[in-house]
């Protein structure tokens, strides 16, 4: 079993930056690979980000690339969304998920743990 726990979410004005950190315990990760989606009211939830844990090699959707960065810390077994120059339309719950895959997936039911989701609002 995999237990994911999201942090980092809050209040952030227009163009400000926000950390997200997701902490990873339980099985052995050094052949999952890790996501960051997000899901906004009303709205599907959708890909943001992804990492190889083992390669370290990163994924991104074309939306947010350049904008946000996604790392992991193999030893802490720590997973970061470092997102810059927020919009009001980055508002959304973030969430943390893990797949069985060593590559990371956009699609959603490729991931079978989730984390709880931390909450992301930038005001105008």
């Known amino acids: 079993q995999v237990q994911l726990v999201e942090s980092g979410g809050g209040l952030v004005q227009t163009g400000g930056s926000l950390r997200l950190s997701c902490a990873a315990s339980?099985?052995?990760?050094?052949?999952?690979?890790m996501g960051w989606f997000r899901q906004a009211s009303g709205k599907e939830r959708e890909f943001v980000a992804g990492?190889?844990?083992?390669?370290?090699?990163?994924y991104y959707a074309d939306s947010w690339k350049g904008r946000f960065t996604i790392s992991a810390d193999n030893a802490k077994k720590m997973v970061y969304l470092q997102m810059n120059s927020l919009k009001p339309e980055d508002t959304a719950v973030y969430y943390c998920?893990?797949?069985?895959?060593?590559?990371?997936?956009?699609?959603?039911?490729?991931?079978?743990?989730w984390g709880q989701g931390t909450q992301v609002t930038v005001s105008s």
């Open positions: 990492i190889s844990w083992s390669t370290l090699d990163t």
């Open positions: 998920a893990a797949t069985g895959s060593s590559i990371p997936s956009y699609r959603i039911r490729h991931y079978p743990y």
């Open positions: 339980g099985r052995t990760f050094s052949s999952y690979a």
